[in-house]
């Protein structure tokens, strides 16, 4: 089985034939081998359907890829993004020492320090009350204007730490192009007292520029002029120029690098609204627990690398089973949008049909993310995960200590997430469901007709990530881990994991449908979307 390919996964799976209700009873040291740690996080991936000879093919895979090549010329600051020419540096953003760091003869390490030192400022500024609007009142709100990795990490970081919130301000989030949503954030507020921040790298992606022309034009309806307007505005972008045709002043914008790719820019200034609800030193351990697991990642062997580890079964599962879905599951009300903030992660990423060359790739890429925090999924589509003929590997993800006090019900949740791996595994036979029914009481007619209904097939495979709490160092490196996971994933493949060409095609094609919808020429158009646009004018003339 060495030397196996990508190519070769499906038959070294065919062939490996694993039960794993039999692994686990006739190997009671398969947890203990099967588990690993890593900044405090401890992965159990025993229960994916993996043996001795399996799992080496799969090192093996890794062993044999450019993996440290490619990891060194990231670090190295090589354009490794090659289709955009540009480097990929996120990683930098957490480091604590950035001194000296310089990229193409910009002094990278000073322009972080100093983008570091203006968001501690303003963070401070506010929470002590001292940054006052137009008409002399203290702000009380603010509201993050973004779209995609712009607006998924910050949102998705202050919602899982918050009980780590300290701010005396308050925090509104507008994304999307839909008017209903910045209708909704501005209704209850005042423009007085309101600070924007509009976080767009190119201050011209369409979502988040006509939801900041929205919210100017709320505040020159209440009288606010272009001074006003420069002091509650404020931006993170590369494209200083377009922010400042805006009418937001120079000191209000905050730096953007192309080496910093949307979905990897939680740890720049895009990570702001997490600084102002957690303040400045729980902010700094965020960075500290991805810059933890970055030094995990870079320095752990092949054989003990959590990243990795991740990466080979999930490859392992698309490449070598046909799986094109994978579940995240947090076993955490707060960690309820880490699915969504994933999915655009390794989706973006690695969704690709083509090598880094161009050639057509002979094999699937990058799985379906999708999932909800537990158990509410388990009224749900766990269903689906227990007995259907699909297999969806699923991530568990639980943080050991809560930051409430109902501990009975955090035990409660435990199990919950316990038992959940354990069904996906062991399944329950025919020959259980007829004895349970029969121990119910009832026939041994009425026994065999029900059992049918009740096997679970088992041999569903899981892994388990338990986080000793979930504080803003831990969230950092989980975070950090499944961007790592990404990466290793997209070299293993061969792709370009940097760029989201794919994105920009619906993009591309809005803008003659929007001149359709205002009554330009259509018949350039295909013939359903002609009919779609013409559903859409008839309404809006009735």
Not at 141 to 149: A, E, F, M, N, Y
Not at 428 to 437: F, P, V
Request: some cysteine.
């Amino acid at each position: 089985m060495s030397g196996v390919t990508l190519g070769g996964l499906a038959a070294l799976a065919r062939q490996q034939q694993l039960s794993l209700r039999q692994a686990f009873a006739t190997d009671p040291a398969r947890a203990s081998r099967y588990r690993s740690s890593a900044c405090g996080i401890t992965l159990d991936y025993s229960k994916n359907l993996i043996d001795e000879s399996s799992w080496q093919a799969l090192q093996q895979l890794a062993a044999a890829s450019p993996l440290k090549q490619q990891l060194n010329a990231m670090l190295a600051g090589d354009k490794i993004n090659h289709t955009e020419q540009r480097a990929v540096w996120h990683m930098m953003l957490r480091k604590s020492q950035v001194a000296g760091l310089s990229l193409d003869g910009e002094a990278v390490g000073e322009a972080i320090l100093d983008c570091r030192n203006k968001m501690t400022a303003l963070v401070n500024q506010l929470h002590q009350g001292q940054y006052t609007g137009y008409s002399g009142e203290r702000i009380t709100d603010v509201i993050w204007v973004g779209i995609g990795g712009s607006l998924l990490g910050p949102q998705m970081a202050v919602e899982a730490l918050t009980p780590y919130h300290i701010s005396p301000v308050r925090l509104h989030f507008a994304g999307n192009i839909d008017g209903a949503v910045v209708s909704d954030v501005m209704k209850p507020l005042r423009p007085q007292s309101t600070l924007v921040f509009v976080a767009s790298k190119s201050f011209g992606t369409e979502e988040t520029k006509q939801n900041a022309l929205a919210l100017r034009q709320w505040f020159t309806d209440n009288g606010a002029d272009s001074s006003a307007i420069a002091r509650h505005f404020w931006a993170t972008s590369s494209n200083i120029k377009a922010a400042a045709d805006f009418g937001i002043v120079p000191e209000h914008i905050l730096p953007m690098w192309d080496w910093v790719g949307g979905r990897y820019s939680l740890w720049s200034a895009i990570g702001l609204p997490v600084a102002l609800m957690i303040g400045n030193a729980q902010f700094a351990q965020l960075l500290k627990g991805a810059e933890a697991m970055d030094e995990h990642f870079i320095s752990a062997p092949l054989s003990d690398n959590m990243p990795l580890t991740l990466a080979l079964l999930g490859i392992w599962y698309i490449n070598g089973f046909g799986c094109q879905a994978q579940a995240l599951l947090p076993y955490s009300h707060y960690l309820r949008l880490l699915p969504s903030y994933v999915q655009q992660l390794d989706m973006e990423s690695n969704g690709k049909a083509v090598d880094a060359a161009g050639a057509p790739l002979p094999y699937a890429t990058a799985p379906v993310i999708w999932g909800d925090a537990g158990t509410n999924g388990q009224h749900a589509y766990h269903q689906l995960l227990h007995q259907s003929a699909l297999t969806v590997p699923a991530d568990f993800i639980l943080p050991l200590n809560a930051a409430h006090t109902l501990s009975d019900q955090h035990q409660r949740l435990a199990a919950h997430c316990f038992a959940q791996t354990q069904a996906l595994m062991q399944g329950k036979t025919l020959a259980e469901a007829s004895a349970e029914c029969m121990a119910a009481g009832m026939s041994q007619q009425d026994a065999q007709a029900l059992a049918p209904h009740k096997v679970s097939p088992g041999n569903k495979p899981s892994n388990t990530l338990l986080l000793p709490e979930l504080s803003p160092y831990y969230l950092g490196a989980l975070i950090a881990l499944y961007e790592h996971k990404v990466f290793c994933q997209g070299v293993l493949w061969g792709i370009n994991s940097f760029d989201q060409w794919g994105v920009e095609l619906g993009k591309q094609l809005s803008g003659p449908i929007y001149q359709a919808l205002a009554g330009k020429d259509a018949t350039a158009l295909d013939s359903s979307t002609q009919a779609l646009i013409a559903a859409f004018l008839q309404q809006k003339k009735s």
